[in-house]
C-alpha cells in the first residue's frame, strides 16, 4: 500500500499530466484512475474541461477485472481486501456521480460496455 508521502506525489503528477494535456491537446481521450476524485482541484480541473465517464461496475467485478489484468496487490495480505474496496467505492460514489455520463459495466461483456459507451460519446 501507498504510504501519504508517495500518495502526494502521485497526485500532483496526475495534476501536472492532466495541466499538460489540457493544455497541449484540443482533443483526447484520457483514463483517469479512480482517486483522481480524492484531490477536488484536479478533480475539478477534469469536470470543467473535459466531458466525463465514470466507468462503473459491482465491487465484485471490479476486484475481479484487477486479478485478470495480474495485478494481485490489492488482495496480497489482505483478507479484508474486498470489503475495503466496497468502503472505496461506496466513499467516492458521491465524486464519482459528479461525472456526465455513468456507463454501469456490471454484467456486460468488453463488447457490450464497448458499445455503451460509444452511444453516450457520440450522441
Request: proline share 3%.
Amino acid at each position: 500500500m501507498r504510504g501519504p508521502l508517495q500518495q502526494g506525489g502521485y497526485r500532483r503528477i496526475e495534476r501536472r499530466c492532466l495541466e499538460r494535456v489540457l493544455e497541449n491537446h484540443e482533443q483526447a481521450v484520457l483514463s483517469a484512475g479512480g482517486g483522481i476524485v480524492s484531490e477536488a482541484e484536479t478533480y475539478n480541473l477534469l469536470l470543467s474541461h473535459c466531458f466525463t465517464v465514470w466507468i462503473k461496475a459491482a465491487p465484485e467485478e471490479h476486484m475481479a477485472r484487477v486479478v485478470a489484468q495480474g495485478d494481485f496487490r490489492p488482495m496480497q495480505d489482505n483478507k479484508g481486501a474486498m470489503e475495503d474496496l466496497r468502503n472505496i467505492l461506496n466513499a467516492r460514489e458521491p465524486l464519482y456521480s459528479k461525472a456526465d455520463v455513468t456507463v454501469d459495466t456490471s454484467g456486460m461483456s468488453e463488447q457490450e460496455s464497448l458499445s455503451t459507451l460509444r452511444r453516450f460519446v457520440t450522441a
